[in-house]
């Protein structure tokens, strides 16, 4: 599902809140247009408009009210009271309304993946189809039936193509990949979920009382069996999906503001957000990778070869990381498969491993597990990872010493190779001092004063700043 791009089915969010409010507001004003002395004397489609938000609020509490379906539930009660107050149902102030109310309610949202992700795809959704209701002249005559079907599919494809469109910087910031077939999935599905699938739950929902539910439950079944095969079907293609690198947040906010300078105003200097769009296209290659990881806890260790690929100590130890490390450097090998070309990266014993970094013989990371093998390989490290237990002298010629005590402190460890020096930072460093960040402990804290500087060349040291004797 997630590979071809039709995950977004699996959560109770924006679609299902859409397609069972509307839904059921469209199947009022049916049954109150079959009643004329209603429809000429009083405002059904507000009354359609008030029960189909009744039923939105009891959908909402069906699902288990998820953060998702919270959201998606306040865009549809903007939607429907701006039907009541005869006001556009989706329009651009609407958005803005229900993220208003949204942000009110859950500031720390907005820094949420799929906030960010549901309301790019509405407002570019719906940008696009204001511009296209502004430019499109209509047919003189009504289509016929096939005609109808063919606007369906491509409206369907349309919706998928803008959405994929809108969405795509998100996925790729946070999750480092997105699918490359999401469209074809999307306009084989989405008419299978909006006319078979829901539908069939709705009335199946309905029936249950009267124990007539079975065979609405088995036209749900058969449309979910058939987007299950569609998800398998366009997940099996070559290149289903594309790994993508971590970039940085400023080529992101580049990208938003870009795309939301053309979607909000609409005059022709709309296009104009083209140049900061462009801007960020080009600004998310320009990434600076670390040559060296290094886990929170130590568990596992990172090395770039001389090819640019990450190499990794450990399988076993620190999984999660590592294929966090790996999607992060858009790379898209299983952690398995990065560990089994020992051609390149770590030689190791019971001791503890060595690897070159970035394939220079000059300079080498060490691992050592054992107090032994810390004074030992001290002479040629440039990175030393010290886990071992006991005293030992401090290592003098590496220009980076991490030990367990400075992980405790700071948290995970990225390097970067500058010239004949290394640059090297924390998450502790990266996050910085807020109230809210977990303390260190007291020993750590007096003597962890960070330098003026995160760079190294060969003289500033984190084991400056450690105790000689390692407690733990």
Known sequence: MRDSSLAHLLSISGLHMMLAGFGFFAALR???????????????????????LLVSFAYLLLSGASVPTQRAFAMVLVAFVAIIFDRTALSMRTVSIAALAVLVLAPESWMDPSFQMSFAAVVALISAYE????????????????????????????????????????????FNRFADYGVIANVMVMPMVSF????????????????????PLMAMEWGLGWMLTCAHWVASWPGATQAVQAFPVEALLLVVAGGLWMAIWQAQWRWLGLVPLIAGAFATQLTNSPDVIIAGDGGNVAVRDRQGLLRLE?????????????????????????LQDRSEGFTCDHNGCVAEINGRTDRSLVVSRTGES????CASATVLVDLGRGWRPACDAASLTVTRS???????????????????????????????????????????????SFSTGGTARPADLEPLSDPN
């Open 406 to 452: 400075f992980l405790d402190a700071e948290g995970a460890v990225a390097v970067r190779l500058t010239g004949m020096g290394i640059d090297w930072t924390t998450v502790a460093r990266e996050r910085g001092q807020r109230f809210w960040s977990p303390q260190s402990p007291r020993k750590h804290a007096q003597r962890l004063t960070p330098p003026a």
């Open 374 to 377: 810390a004074v030992e390989d």
């Open 30 to 52: 049916i049954l109150f247009a079959l009643v004329p002395a209603l429809v000429l004397a009083y405002p059904v489609k507000k009354w359609a408009a008030a029960g189909a």
């Open 314 to 338: 450990s399988s076993r130890r620190g999984r999660f990381d590592a294929e966090m490390w790996l999607r992060a450097d858009g790379d898209s090998r299983d952690v398995g498969v990065a």
């Open 131 to 174: 511009w296209w209701s502004a430019n499109h002249i209509s047919p003189a005559f009504q289509p016929g039936p096939l005609r109808r079907f063919w606007n369906l599919v491509v409206a369907t494809a349309a919706t998928s193509v803008i959405a994929g469109i809108a969405t795509a910087p998100f996925a790729a910031f946070h």
């Open 196 to 215: 078979i699938i829901m539908p069939s739950g709705v009335v199946a929902l309905l029936l249950m009382p009267f124990g007539l539910e079975e065979f």
